[in-house]
């Protein structure tokens, strides 16, 4: 509600959100002896988990080149997308440049290339994948191991993405009407049916929406969606700017830095001179 609301006036209703956290193989992590990333998050640490082996085709971690979990190195490192007031860019700082040099060590274990981080998961080639709620309906049909999910691990910030979708009514249209419809889709009953199909999180604290989700698995550790909401930096619109052309330039130098194109030590300048269309009215 707070990111849909501007100057005293709210301009939709909330859909539904989903914070990004860990998948893992936990059927992969037991063959090599390890404690999988729920334990190790109790435990208060994360270890280095010795799960890639070239020769076999498997690796420990993918998450796809996209700006979730790209952003969420920017943000366990205590940066941001954005200045105080999300006028301009705030990448410009040593602090991103650490998150960007954790991505890169962390490659090292991930597939080459621009395959499908998700398909490799499910395919049983990757021990962890960083994504969202949306995930979950393809693991339950297509995952041949078992599998579960954890809170994002800690960096310098505990940080996770919190993203959400609405529902809007087009000024144009019968308001009485489409409020009335309005009224129902952001419901209890019917968030949490949706919750219960399992690609949704309800966005209502209402008992009856979250049990639904909470009974919906798996995965078993429906939790760990729900405390990443209480950390987790939201997908904000930029009133005044364009996120579209904003994430574009963030995106393409951050493809161009994993390529060995920009150091990361000038990814947070870079990214900023090539994003700044983004913040123009």
Do not use: H
């Not at 956290?21 to 994360?46: C, H, I, R, S």
């Not at 076999?56 to 940066?79: E, M």
């Not at 990757?126 to 191991?145: D, E, H, I, N, Y």
């Not at 729900?226 to 904000?236: K, N, R, T």
């Amino acid at each position: 509600m707070k990111e849909l609301t501007r100057n005293g006036k709210i301009y939709g209703l909330p859909r539904d959100i989903s914070t990004m956290v860990v998948y893992y193989n936990e059927d992969m992590f037991k063959a090599a002896g390890l404690q999988t990333p729920a334990d190790l998050g109790k435990a208060g640490k994360w270890d280095k988990a010795a799960l890639t082996d070239a020769k076999k085709k498997q690796y420990g971690v993918t998450w796809g080149n996209w700006r979730g979990p790209d952003g969420w190195f920017v943000f366990s490192a205590s940066s941001n997308f954005y200045n105080a007031d999300k006028t301009g860019c705030g990448l410009d700082n040593d602090k991103t440049a650490d998150g960007a040099k954790a991505a890169l060590n962390l490659l090292k274990f991930a597939p080459e290339g621009d395959a499908d981080g998700e398909a490799q998961f499910t395919g049983g080639q990757v021990g962890m994948l960083w994504s969202g709620r949306w995930t979950t309906p393809g693991l339950r049909s297509g995952a041949k191991f078992k599998w579960d999910v954890a809170e994002m691990p800690k960096g310098a910030a505990n940080s996770t993405w919190l993203f959400w979708g609405l529902y809007l009514m087009n000024a144009k249209a019968d308001q009485k009407a489409a409020w009335e419809v309005m009224k129902v889709l952001t419901s209890a009953e019917v968030t949490g049916k949706v919750a219960g199909l399992g690609a949704n999180i309800p966005p209502l604290k209402s008992a009856a929406a979250v049990d639904a989700f909470l009974k919906s698995i798996p995965p078993n550790n429906d939790q760990a969606f729900v405390a990443g909401a209480d950390y987790a930096m939201s997908e904000a619109p930029l009133w005044t700017g364009n996120f579209g052309k904003f994430s574009d330039g963030f995106g393409k130098v951050w493809g161009d830095m994993v390529a060995g194109k920009v150091k990361p030590e000038d990814f947070g300048k870079k990214a900023c001179t090539a994003s700044v269309d983004g913040f123009k009215p």
